[in-house]
């Protein structure tokens, strides 16, 4: 899905996430309200449902609307996968769907994806 | 910036013989679970879940550990900063549990003198494999005045209870022995070395 089908200006109030941000499988809740900055920033992650088996050569799109995230601890709930050169990707922590986002290791920063995540209220 | 969304921070580990479902306990896969070609093949390095116990919002970062790996070849690098440790065996495999005293040697030689331990029997959906009685295991951590679970990951049987359990435990311990902002601050500090250590030289 491309990110200008999703209106992600209503999300966002002074700059950060005005809502909770959640798994769109399993509503798990992965940042709490006001807790991530938005940011522009073309990164390529590999597609959630993958068609072809290959490991090295996954399907991938092009994402660039993220929530930034400075400390990971921020994180309600999130999975970090293994290194994959500088970037861990991040999942979901109950369902592991994913990549939700990557979290880059030289900057300490982590990024999720609007596109890959639901916003709403926490339950 | 960011205002701070937790009082407290707990690393745990996952610790124990290969195949007795480490992986799958912080994956917590059932059947159910969306699990995605992309992510199971680079695998899940450590988990960050919120829980709340007695009012206190609990960040808890769980970490798996490489199957290779044997008691012996474990060292101190590798506990550094963990409040928590479970030690998992599995019900159907005889050698995996006597292997627990080994590992709780090893945890006494090298990590954190005060270290919470919890040893969890998985996959107790099996029982029809058993070699392990429930008694056992009791015994065992009985022994070591340690706590004790069967678990299955499969099943989903007391796996988030264990987690809370081991949490509680420790939450018990930090909050008995300091009052809590003191706390709070030595925990939350000795994050980034633990965590850098470990995305770097992992792979
Ligand atoms: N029936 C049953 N099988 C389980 C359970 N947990 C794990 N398994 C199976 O046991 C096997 C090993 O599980 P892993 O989670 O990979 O074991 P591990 O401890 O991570 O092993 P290493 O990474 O080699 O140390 C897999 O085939 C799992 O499907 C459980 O609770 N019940
Ligand atoms: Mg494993
Ligand atoms: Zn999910």
């Given at each position: 899905?491309?990110?200008?089908?999703?209106?992600?200006?209503?999300?966002?109030?002074?700059?950060?996430?005005?809502?909770?941000?959640?798994c769109k499988f399993c509503s798990s809740?992965?940042?709490?309200?006001?807790?991530?900055?938005?940011?522009?920033?073309?990164?390529?992650?590999?597609?959630i449902r993958?068609?072809?088996?290959?490991?090295?050569?996954?399907?991938?799109?092009?994402?660039?609307?993220?929530?930034?995230?400075?400390?990971?601890?921020?994180?309600?709930n999130?999975g970090?996968?293994?290194?994959?050169?500088?970037?861990?990707?991040?999942t979901c922590a109950d369902c592991e769907a994913g990549?939700?986002?990557?979290?880059?290791?030289?900057?300490?920063?982590?990024?999720?994806?609007?596109?890959?995540?639901?916003?709403?209220?926490?339950? | 910036?960011?205002?701070?969304?937790?009082?407290?921070?707990?690393?745990?580990?996952?610790?124990?013989?290969?195949?007795?479902g480490?992986t799958c306990i912080l994956f917590r896969f059932s059947d159910d679970a969306f699990t995605t070609t992309?992510i199971s093949?680079?695998?899940i390095?450590?988990k960050?879940?919120?829980?709340?116990?007695?009012?206190?919002?609990?960040?808890?970062?769980?970490?798996?550990?490489?199957?290779?790996?044997?008691?012996?070849?474990?060292?101190?690098?590798?506990?550094?900063?963990?409040?928590?440790?479970?030690?998992?065996?599995?019900?159907?495999?005889?050698?995996?549990?006597?292997?627990?005293?080994?590992?709780?040697?090893?945890?006494?030689?090298?990590?954190?003198?005060?270290?919470?331990?919890?040893?969890?029997?998985?996959?107790?959906d099996?029982?029809?494999?058993?070699?392990?009685?429930?008694?056992?295991?009791?015994?065992?951590?009985?022994?070591?005045?340690?706590?004790?679970?069967?678990t299955s990951a499969k099943s989903n049987i007391n796996i988030e209870?264990?987690?809370?359990?081991?949490?509680?435990?420790?939450?018990?311990?930090?909050?008995?022995?300091?009052?809590?902002?003191?706390?709070?601050?030595?925990?939350?500090?000795?994050?980034?070395?633990?965590?850098?250590?470990?995305?770097?030289?992992?792979?």
């Amino acid at each position: 899905m491309p990110d200008c089908n999703v209106n992600f200006e209503a999300e966002i109030e002074e700059g950060q996430n005005k809502r909770s941000v959640k798994c769109k499988f399993c509503s798990s809740v992965i940042l709490t309200p006001a807790t991530a900055a938005i940011m522009n920033v073309e990164h390529s992650l590999p597609l959630i449902r993958q068609t072809k088996t290959t490991e090295e050569n996954p399907d991938t799109e092009t994402t660039s609307v993220f929530w930034a995230v400075k400390d990971m601890f921020t994180f309600q709930n999130v999975g970090f996968s293994n290194t994959v050169g500088n970037t861990k990707y991040l999942t979901c922590a109950d369902c592991e769907a994913g990549p939700i986002g990557f979290h880059d290791i030289p900057t300490k920063m982590s990024f999720v994806a609007l596109s890959r995540v639901s916003h709403g209220d926490p339950i | 910036m960011a205002k701070k969304t937790y009082d407290l921070l707990f690393k745990l580990l996952l610790i124990g013989d290969s195949g007795v479902g480490k992986t799958c306990i912080l994956f917590r896969f059932s059947d159910d679970a969306f699990t995605t070609t992309f992510i199971s093949t680079i695998g899940i390095d450590f988990k960050i879940k919120t829980i709340e116990l007695r009012g206190k919002k609990i960040k808890l970062q769980i970490w798996d550990t490489a199957g290779q790996e044997r008691f012996h070849t474990i060292t101190t690098s590798y506990y550094r900063g963990a409040m928590g440790i479970m030690l998992v065996y599995d019900i159907t495999n005889e050698k995996s549990f006597e292997n627990i005293v080994k590992w709780l040697r090893n945890i006494d030689e090298h990590a954190n003198e005060d270290v919470e331990k919890m040893i969890l029997g998985n996959k107790c959906d099996m029982d029809d494999k058993r070699t392990v009685s429930m008694e056992r295991g009791e015994l065992i951590a009985k022994e070591h005045s340690i706590r004790f679970m069967e678990t299955s990951a499969k099943s989903n049987i007391n796996i988030e209870r264990a987690f809370r359990e081991l949490a509680d435990a420790i939450l018990y311990k930090t909050a008995g022995r300091e009052p809590g902002d003191n706390v709070d601050r030595v925990m939350v500090d000795r994050k980034p070395t633990s965590s850098s250590t470990k995305s770097c030289c992992n792979h």
